[in-house]
T-cell receptor
């Protein structure tokens, strides 16, 4: 039990669909992250939110749109995706204070398939 | 820039030792180590901060050589539960942004 939940766990969508991924953390952390994990590739940081403020957009295409309404919830809105966007999308959270580096707690991920 | 991990894969018999290395071309603020089992989320193992420290976690320990910008993860007397893919994540600025290596797949056989 990691304290970070993600829904749905599996998602199949067409290239013209719009869907959203949800992440919730029950750990009281200040920072939340979206990562993409593709086969045979390292974890790629996509977005970082710190105290609900986006502090990193790692050159992610605009078809991925994050939203962080509060420190406990993080969404990733998806639209007009491409087949190469198929991957495992992981959410993480951490108790971060600027100038320090803390461990990140990951959710189980959403396995996304774009057809 | 992505850190380089070596080896890419290793197979051990239960009870044997392993070393996994993580090297960066940039000066690092910290190195994080995570383990991910198949179909599961990555799990945090430890963080090493600049200053060349060494840390331990049961039979898993790690060191950080600041001069070489290299961290090594040591697994001693390996157990079946140690199987998985080990990732290092590097932090350059002391903020929350990690760059991960490609991972080292560790397989422990009885």
């Amino acid at each position: 039990e990691t304290g970070v939940t993600q829904t749905p766990r599996h998602l199949v969508m067409g290239m013209t669909n719009k869907k959203s991924l949800k992440c919730e953390q029950h750990l009281g952390h200040n920072a939340m992250y979206w990562y993409k994990q593709s086969a045979k590739k390292p974890l790629e940081l996509m977005f970082v939110y710190n105290f609900k403020e986006q502090t990193e957009n790692n050159s992610v295409p605009s078809r991925f749109s994050p939203e962080c309404p509060n420190s406990s919830h993080l969404f990733l809105h998806l639209h007009t995706l491409q087949p190469e966007d198929s991957a495992l999308y992981l959410c993480a959270s951490s108790p971060v204070t600027r100038g320090f580096s803390y461990e990140q707690y990951f959710g189980p991920g959403t396995r996304l398939t774009v057809t | 820039q992505q850190p380089v991990q070596s080896p890419q894969a290793v197979i051990l018999r239960e009870g044997e030792d392993a070393v996994i290395n993580c090297s960066s071309s940039k000066a690092l603020y910290s190195v994080h180590w995570y383990r991910q089992k198949h179909g599961e989320a990555p799990v945090f193992l430890m963080i090493l901060l600049k200053g060349g420290e060494q840390k331990g976690h049961e039979k898993i320990s790690a060191s950080f050589n600041e001069k070489k910008q290299q961290s090594s993860l040591y697994l001693t007397a390996s157990q079946l539960s140690y199987s998985g893919t080990y990732f290092c994540g590097t932090d350059i600025f002391g903020n929350e942004k990690l760059t991960f290596g490609t991972g080292t797949r560790l397989t422990i056989i009885p």
